[in-house]
Protein backbone atom coordinates (compact mmCIF):
# COMPACT_ATOMS: atom_id res chain seq x y z
CA UNK A 1 0.00 0.00 0.00
CA UNK A 2 1.25 3.41 -1.08
CA UNK A 3 1.77 5.64 1.26
CA UNK A 4 2.97 9.22 0.63
CA UNK A 5 3.12 11.60 4.21
CA UNK A 6 4.33 15.32 3.41
CA UNK A 7 5.58 17.76 6.76
CA UNK A 8 7.35 21.05 7.17
CA UNK A 9 4.46 23.40 6.26
CA UNK A 10 3.66 25.72 8.29
CA UNK A 11 3.20 30.14 8.58
CA UNK A 12 5.76 31.92 7.36
CA UNK A 13 6.39 35.84 6.47
CA UNK A 14 7.35 37.08 2.85
CA UNK A 15 10.94 36.38 2.62
CA UNK A 16 11.21 33.22 5.18
CA UNK A 17 12.42 29.68 4.49
CA UNK A 18 10.51 26.31 4.98
CA UNK A 19 12.05 22.78 3.96
CA UNK A 20 9.22 20.01 3.29
CA UNK A 21 9.78 16.21 3.57
CA UNK A 22 7.95 13.60 2.17
CA UNK A 23 8.54 9.95 3.55
CA UNK A 24 7.34 7.49 0.58
CA UNK A 25 6.59 3.42 1.24
CA UNK A 26 5.15 0.79 -0.60
CA UNK A 27 6.74 1.12 -3.64
CA UNK A 28 10.27 0.88 -4.91
CA UNK A 29 10.95 4.78 -4.40
CA UNK A 30 14.82 4.43 -6.07
CA UNK A 31 12.91 3.47 -9.54
CA UNK A 32 10.53 6.80 -9.65
CA UNK A 33 10.66 10.48 -10.50
CA UNK A 34 9.16 12.79 -7.58
CA UNK A 35 7.86 15.54 -7.94
CA UNK A 36 6.02 18.59 -5.72
CA UNK A 37 2.68 19.93 -6.15
CA UNK A 38 0.98 22.81 -4.87
CA UNK A 39 -2.87 23.68 -4.37
CA UNK A 40 -4.09 26.84 -3.57
CA UNK A 41 -7.25 27.61 -2.60
CA UNK A 42 -9.97 27.67 -5.95
CA UNK A 43 -7.02 26.65 -8.11
CA UNK A 44 -5.85 22.96 -9.81
CA UNK A 45 -3.21 21.31 -8.46
CA UNK A 46 0.13 22.69 -10.16
CA UNK A 47 3.19 20.80 -10.43
CA UNK A 48 6.39 22.81 -8.60
CA UNK A 49 9.47 20.62 -9.58
CA UNK A 50 10.52 17.57 -10.01
CA UNK A 51 13.84 15.29 -9.65
CA UNK A 52 14.80 11.86 -11.36
CA UNK A 53 14.80 8.72 -9.53
CA UNK A 54 18.60 9.07 -9.18
CA UNK A 55 18.63 12.72 -8.66
CA UNK A 56 20.61 13.31 -11.27
CA UNK A 57 18.24 16.05 -12.92
CA UNK A 58 15.34 18.83 -11.78
CA UNK A 59 12.78 20.51 -13.33
CA UNK A 60 11.01 23.28 -11.59
CA UNK A 61 7.89 25.38 -12.54
CA UNK A 62 8.47 29.30 -13.87
CA UNK A 63 6.84 30.45 -10.63
CA UNK A 64 9.48 29.20 -8.12
CA UNK A 65 12.82 28.88 -10.09
CA UNK A 66 15.92 30.48 -8.66
CA UNK A 67 14.14 29.70 -4.83
CA UNK A 68 13.66 26.11 -4.37
CA UNK A 69 15.25 23.39 -4.60
CA UNK A 70 14.22 19.67 -4.55
CA UNK A 71 16.34 16.93 -3.83
CA UNK A 72 16.12 13.44 -2.43
CA UNK A 73 17.60 10.41 -0.31
CA UNK A 74 16.71 7.14 -2.07
CA UNK A 75 18.20 5.67 1.51
CA UNK A 76 15.16 7.19 3.43
CA UNK A 77 12.73 7.05 0.89
CA UNK A 78 11.94 10.68 1.26
CA UNK A 79 12.13 14.04 -1.09
CA UNK A 80 12.55 17.07 -0.05
CA UNK A 81 11.40 20.39 -0.84
CA UNK A 82 13.78 23.58 0.08
CA UNK A 83 11.72 27.14 -0.16
CA UNK A 84 13.45 29.82 0.00
CA UNK A 85 12.35 33.94 -0.79
CA UNK A 86 8.73 32.78 0.09
CA UNK A 87 6.16 35.17 -1.23
CA UNK A 88 2.57 35.12 -0.67
CA UNK A 89 1.54 33.76 -3.65
CA UNK A 90 3.05 30.64 -2.54
CA UNK A 91 0.32 29.85 -0.27
CA UNK A 92 -1.10 26.15 -0.91
CA UNK A 93 -1.37 22.56 0.17
CA UNK A 94 2.10 20.99 -0.94
CA UNK A 95 2.01 17.46 -1.93
CA UNK A 96 4.37 14.47 -3.00
CA UNK A 97 4.33 11.95 -5.76
CA UNK A 98 6.11 10.02 -7.53
CA UNK A 99 5.81 11.99 -10.80
CA UNK A 100 5.34 10.04 -14.38
CA UNK A 101 7.75 11.10 -17.10
CA UNK A 102 5.46 11.63 -19.76
CA UNK A 103 3.74 15.20 -18.27
CA UNK A 104 4.99 14.97 -14.64
CA UNK A 105 1.52 13.85 -13.60
CA UNK A 106 1.24 11.85 -10.12
CA UNK A 107 1.46 8.29 -10.25
CA UNK A 108 -0.37 7.65 -6.91
CA UNK A 109 -3.55 8.35 -4.66
CA UNK A 110 -2.80 11.77 -3.05
CA UNK A 111 -1.11 12.00 0.79
CA UNK A 112 -3.12 14.81 3.18
CA UNK A 113 -0.67 17.47 1.80
CA UNK A 114 1.06 20.00 4.37
CA UNK A 115 -0.14 23.64 4.24
CA UNK A 116 2.33 26.42 3.93
CA UNK A 117 0.91 30.09 4.66
CA UNK A 118 3.10 33.09 3.43
CA UNK A 119 1.98 36.28 5.27
CA UNK A 120 3.03 38.84 7.43
Known amino acids: QVQLVESGGGLVQPGGSLRLSCAAS????????MGWYRQAPGKERELVAT????????NYADSVKARFTISRDNGKNTVYLQMNSLKPEDTAVYYCNAARRTDGSGFFNWGQGTQVTVSS
Open 26 to 33: GFIFRNYN
Open 51 to 58: ITNLGTSR
